[in-house]
């Protein structure tokens, strides 16, 4: 099974919204934002910066970075015509905020044109991670700032005890909605070979207790699994069902490393 989020909009107008909404539920989560205020504020940005986020997806994190740079312009670039569509929407109050339809590897922008680029939980869902930086060093000005922030999907889990079937969808998310779930254990070796200076890595942890956060990843395996005839739909109500019975009586547990990288092009 190929990672959707290689492809958004042959996913369909469901999985979009979907994730829309899970991307801004995600974000909401108080370590989410200190995540990223805490990358954000390691940016010097003056009133007269570019900023782009490149894999913007519906521009939950996007928003993030237009409150803090503004007046400085950001520019949120996405690949998916659907997440295009659901960012403009959501972005509303932002003036200093527009999004591109464009590829990570061919940024409609020249040499030098960005004060800081950041790729936030993008690298997971690509084939090429490297392609992606290098365009992003590209487009960066000398001594210009690249952030990356990822998930270690490799670390995650549902499981609450030994043998927990409500960590089969974790794992099978992981399996089929995730391209490299190692990544993050090669981030520092493909911003060496990037000819970037590491300024800053690090890892947190993200535990889950929302209700919302990890529902859709119970729903769309469960699913697809139902569809491909793995399981009967019995089992994928009574996990989706053991899901909501842990968020109603406080007891959901998920847990996700996400690691930052901050680094410098040099002068």
Not at 7 to 25: P, Q, S
Not at 83 to 103: I, M, Y
Not at 214 to 225: N, Q, S
Not at 240 to 257: C, K
Request: with cysteine; charged share 20%.
């Amino acid at each position: 099974m190929s990672d959707p989020f290689q492809d958004v909009d042959a996913a369909g107008a469901e999985f979009i919204k979907l994730f829309a909404d899970a991307m801004d539920v995600r974000q909401a989560e108080p370590v989410m934002e200190e995540i990223v205020a805490a990358y954000l504020g390691m940016l010097s940005l003056g009133p007269d910066a570019t900023v782009i986020e490149v894999g913007a997806g519906a521009g939950a994190v996007s928003r993030r970075i237009a409150a803090h740079a503004s007046p400085a312009k950001v520019i949120g670039f996405e690949p998916s015509h659907g997440f295009v569509a659901e960012a403009r929407a959501r972005a509303k109050g932002h003036a200093n905020l527009s999004f591109q339809q464009a590829d990570g590897t061919d940024l409609p922008m020249a040499d030098g044109g960005a004060d800081a680029a950041i790729l936030h939980t993008v690298l997971t869902h690509v084939t090429d991670p490297e392609a992606l930086i290098t365009e992003a060093v590209r487009v960066l000005k000398p001594g210009g700032a690249l952030v990356i922030c990822d998930a270690d999907f490799s670390k995650a889990t549902l499981s609450s005890f030994a043998n927990d079937p409500l960590d089969i969808c974790a794992r099978e998310f992981v399996r089929g909605y995730v391209t490299d779930p190692f990544i993050v254990g090669k981030l520092r070796g493909m911003i060496a070979n990037a000819g970037l200076t590491l300024d800053h890595f690090g890892v947190q942890s993200r535990v889950v207790t929302n209700p919302q956060s990890m529902l859709p990843w119970v729903e769309v395996t469960t699913k697809g699994m139902v569809e491909r005839g793995d399981i009967g739909q019995p089992l994928a109500d009574a996990l989706i069902e053991e899901h909501n019975r842990r968020a109603a009586s406080g007891t959901l547990y998920g847990y996700q490393a996400f690691a930052t990288a901050k680094a410098t092009k040099p002068g």
